[in-house]
Each structure stands twice: as structure tokens, then as C-alpha cells.
């Protein structure tokens, strides 16, 4: 089993930075997608980015250029630095991780996680006012 524990959500203004920080723990194996998701209230899920077990990483358009996935595979952890924010960027941001090796977009990441073929925590909740 993999557990994972998100942190670092809250309130900003828009315009403004906040990073989030995901760890792992348990056996994620040696290679591992690992990523984000999120979902605002009253809206579906929205996947945003996955680094691959090669250190690929793969974004939603919708925060291509604002995101960064920053990840250290020695501590198994990775922040999502986040820049610019947006008040459509408020939502409930989730981890996941799944135990597979080589290509894995930010889309697969969140199916596999959500339908039972990886891992998600908790959540950790992120607010944006304009």
C-alpha cells in the first residue's frame, strides 16, 4: 500500500504563489508516476500534471506555464509550485501516484488513481480571490 499525504493549501489572491507538497510513504516501487488533480465544487475533476517514472512531466494546458512539478525521488516527495493563480485554480487539490514505469500523462495519472489503479490522498484545499 501507498500512502500520501498533501500539504501546503490555502488562501491567496489572485496573481499571487502558493506551493503544495505531496509525500509519499509505503511501496511505491522504484518506478512510480506521481502528479496532481483537482476538483472545484460542483465541477469534475480536472487533472493537472504527472511526472513520469523517466522524469517526463506532463501538464494540463490550463496551467502549462504557471505550475511546476518539482520532485525528489529520495524522499519521495514533489511540490507543485504554483504561480499566477487564477481564481478558476480554486479547488480541492489531490495527489496520486501510481506504480508504473515509463510514459504516463497528467490524464492517466488521475484515471488510474480514481478508478482504483493507484493511489490518492486526502486532499488540500486552495482558494483564490479575486
Known amino acids: 500500500q501507498v500512502r500520501l499525504v498533501e500539504s501546503g493549501g490555502g488562501s491567496v489572491q489572485a496573481g499571487g504563489s502558493l506551493t503544495l507538497s505531496c509525500a509519499a510513504s509505503g511501496d511505491t516501487y522504484r518506478s512510480y508516476c506521481m502528479g496532481w488533480f483537482r476538483q472545484a465544487p460542483g465541477k469534475a475533476r480536472e487533472a493537472v500534471v504527472a511526472v513520469d517514472s523517466t522524469g517526463d512531466t506532463s501538464y494540463s494546458n490550463s496551467v502549462k506555464g504557471r505550475f511546476t512539478a518539482s520532485q525528489d525521488n529520495s524522499r519521495k516527495t514533489q511540490d507543485l509550485i504554483m504561480h499566477n493563480l487564477k481564481p478558476e485554480d480554486t479547488a480541492m487539490y489531490y495527489c496520486?501516484?501510481?506504480?508504473?514505469?515509463?510514459?504516463?500523462?497528467?490524464?492517466?495519472?488521475?484515471?488510474?488513481?480514481?478508478?482504483?489503479?493507484?493511489?490518492r490522498g486526502q486532499g488540500t484545499p486552495v482558494n483564490v480571490s479575486s
Open positions: 496520486a501516484l501510481v506504480r508504473v514505469q515509463g510514459f504516463c500523462s497528467h490524464v492517466g495519472l488521475m484515471t488510474m488513481a480514481t478508478t482504483g489503479g493507484g493511489f
